[in-house]
């Protein structure tokens, strides 16, 4: 199976940061990667989907990039309800999916 | 409003069984491929299975092949977990999610998961 590495694990940040959340997969997927953010108690949420297109509805401060191995989540400009942990997920090796470890985000 | 609501979760001890439900609600839940994901306690998410839009098609994680049972009715919009064998580190929330293609051909690269149920919590313990 197709492993994820996330890094940070957790780190913090204050309002209005410029963040970056890095994903590598061990192995090739081309650009069949998601993100997600997760809160406490909630289901995850869909934010970007083939690695660096936004899911509708949600904010322009997310955004993506990345292709082959290497992959990341930046917000622009974090915001309050930013703050939660955030999960990589591969879809190229189907069925056989995998998310990353997870990134969260504290404040500082 | 498109909606997945799970039910069907509890206590339950060591080596019994459980079923998982999931109601679909506003699409048309014939048309996508669905999936199980769960969440141990404090830890990542873990893919658990998926089964194709006609429910033709099937796949496990490693981790519960033999014992989980995925399985759909499209008469009734509904997704199934049959868990059997249970074992204490199968405790975990399990949420069902709609992969975003319609009619997606199994077996090949897929897609994201867009739509997810609020989970239901399986707790195995004697």
């Known amino acids: 199976a197709i492993r994820m590495t996330q890094s940070p694990s957790s780190f913090s940040a204050s309002t209005g940061d410029r963040v970056t959340i890095t994903c590598r997969a061990s192995q090739g997927i081309s650009s069949y990667l998601a993100w997600y953010q997760q809160k406490p108690g909630k289901a995850p949420k869909l934010l970007i989907y083939?690695?660096?297109t936004l899911q509708s509805g949600v904010p322009s401060r997310f955004s993506g990039s990345g292709s082959g191995t290497d992959f990341t989540l930046t917000i622009s400009c974090l915001q309050s309800e930013d703050f939660a942990t955030y999960y990589c997920q591969q879809y190229y090796s189907y069925p056989e999916l995998t998310f990353g470890g997870g990134t969260k985000v504290e404040i500082k | 409003q498109v909606q997945l609501v799970e039910s069907g979760g509890g206590v339950v001890q060591p080596g019994r069984s459980l079923r998982l439900s999931c109601a679909a609600s506003?699409?048309?839940?014939?048309?996508?491929?669905m999936h199980w994901v769960r969440q141990a306690p404090g830890k990542g998410l873990e893919w658990v299975a998926v089964i194709s839009y006609d429910g033709s098609n099937k796949y496990y994680a490693d981790s519960v092949k033999g014992r989980f049972t995925i399985s759909r009715d499209n008469s009734k919009n509904t997704l199934y977990l049959q868990m059997n064998s249970l074992r204490a580190e199968d405790t975990a929330v399990y949420y069902c999610?709609?992969?975003?293609?319609?009619?997606?051909?199994?077996?090949?690269?897929?897609?994201?998961?867009?739509?997810w149920g609020q989970g239901t919590m399986v707790t195995v313990s004697s």
């Open positions: 083939a690695a660096s």
């Open positions: 506003g699409f048309t839940f014939s048309s996508y491929a």
């Open positions: 999610a709609r992969q975003s293609r319609r009619y997606y051909d199994f077996w090949t690269p897929g897609d994201a998961f867009d739509i």
